[in-house]
């Protein structure tokens, strides 16, 4: 693997749209033993209309890649996947990027949607395997707390449901080890990032540094967290010596 990549991406990262803001307006936080009704009917809805509003987390992106190249489409790994079905974006002023789900035509559907069903199911991402609940880290980053999404209201309806018995379901171990990875990292790199731009840092490179070290950087025939990890570090190492003045 050559770590010396440089991200190519056509024009600059935008920051999150407003689509993303409307479906955190209408949350609200459940309980493990809160009940709630929901039905799919396979009518696909739930995948138009999510123009900016379906993020991929780097795990998304690796095993989104790890399936289409095994179904043999016409994709070389990560970084091929990101150009073609992913829109690169910053949180607000910071330097932190995120990647959304890539939508078509009027009704805004996901690229990935084939005759009104998911082209990708079995790799599809955690926001799509979790609707219409999610979750993220808690406080203690120790456990998550959950949410349900409501902007769909003509989907509660039909048989009740446990909260905690959707997540079991649907939020494997693997993949809760994996965000808590995340966010751990995260809430490490942000404080540095922050000092380094005060100190004038070039924002491109930062931001080339993020997108390669938590995005691009891995090998879809091995397992990711140890690939995360190892990113990590190195992509701490080389902050860290950049506010040393001694970047690697």
């Known amino acids: 693997m050559k770590k010396r990549k440089r991200w190519k991406n056509k024009g600059k990262p ?3 749209g407003q689509s993303s803001a409307d479906v955190i307006r209408n949350i609200r936080f459940l309980k493990p033993e809160d009940e709630f009704q ?3 009917s396979l009518c696909g809805e739930c995948c138009r209309n999510v123009e900016h509003s379906v993020m991929l987390e780097p795990y998304d992106l ?3 890649a790890r399936h289409i190249t095994h179904k043999k489409r016409n994709c070389s790994g990560i970084e091929d996947v ?5 829109d690169v974006k910053t949180i607000g002023d910071s330097v932190f990027p995120v990647f959304l789900l890539k939508t078509r035509g009027q009704r805004k559907e996901c690229v990935f949607l084939e005759d009104g069903r998911c082209g990708i199911y079995e790799a599809r991402p955690r926001a799509c ?3 219409p609940m999610g979750a993220w880290p808690n406080d203690a980053m120790d456990g998550f707390d959950y949410f349900i999404a409501t902007e769909r209201p003509s989907h509660f309806k ?3 449901i446990r909260a905690g018995d959707w997540m ?4 494997s171990s693997y993949d809760r ?3 808590l990875l995340d966010a751990a990292a995260t809430v490490e790199l942000a404080p540095i990032l922050r000092d380094l731009e005060k100190n004038g840092a070039n924002r491109d490179t930062l931001l080339q540094m993020m997108l390669l070290h938590r995005y691009i950087l891995f090998e879809t025939s091995e397992p990711f967290i140890p690939q995360f990890m190892r990113n990590i570090a190195c992509l701490k190492r080389r902050l860290i010596g950049m506010m040393e003045g001694s970047a690697l």
């Open 14 to 16: 935008q920051t999150v």
């Open 129 to 131: 395997r979790l609707y």
């Open 177 to 179: 080890e994996v965000t």
């Open 38 to 40: 929901f039905e799919c």
């Open 158 to 160: 039909d048989s009740a």
């Open 168 to 171: 079991d379901q649907n939020f």
């Open 82 to 86: 990101i150009q073609k079905y992913a």
């Open 62 to 64: 690796f095993r989104i």
